[in-house]
């Protein structure tokens, strides 16, 4: 499997430079311009390695750890937030609801690079923000199939 922090010529670490991220993708787009399967691989990587959480899964991965499924204190977690959620009954304190909490992931995205070289404690928090990232999911998931 290509290592794509290797493909892009980055440091294997959630604290990455993007735009220079995506000044080397640019460039090796032109270069692999003429192999579909490369064009192919690096704008798999490309995305990985652009967002975040993605990013945050692909560098755990690459030490060995998966985060997949929740815990059952992560699920009790997404069952109260749901509720307190679904018993908001106007929709601006809905939208609040979900910009706070989206505002505590990216605080928390922030925060991840501090913890890479403790790779259990990464895991940890990471664990918590794909958690919150998914609430937000479903919420928005939940909005768009009633329109």
């Known amino acids: 499997m290509q290592n794509y922090f290797e493909l892009f010529d980055l440091p294997v670490s959630f604290d990455i430079d ?14 692999f311009a003429a192999s579909e399967s490369n064009v192919e691989i690096l704008n ?4 990985i390695l652009k967002n975040p959480i993605k990013r945050a ?3 755990l991965s690459l030490s060995g750890k998966n985060i997949e499924g ?3 204190n992560q699920a009790e ?19 609040k609801f979900s910009e706070d909490i989206k505002k505590d992931v990216d605080e928390k995205i922030l925060q991840l690079a501090n913890y890479e070289n403790d790779i259990d404690i990464f ?3 990471f ?7 998914s ?3 479903k919420v928005k998931f939940d909005v768009y199939s009633r329109n």
Request: proline share 0%; charged share 30%.
């Open 18 to 31: 993007v735009a220079n991220l995506t000044s080397v993708y640019l460039k090796k787009q032109r270069e």
């Open 44 to 47: 798999s990587a490309y995305f």
């Open 57 to 59: 899964e692909y560098f």
């Open 70 to 72: 929740m815990t059952s």
């Open 77 to 95: 977690q997404m069952f109260k937030l749901r509720e307190e959620y679904e018993n908001l009954q106007e929709q601006d304190l809905k939208n």
């Open 123 to 125: 895991c940890e928090k």
């Open 127 to 133: 664990a918590e923000i794909k958690f919150l990232n």
């Open 135 to 137: 609430f937000l999911e």
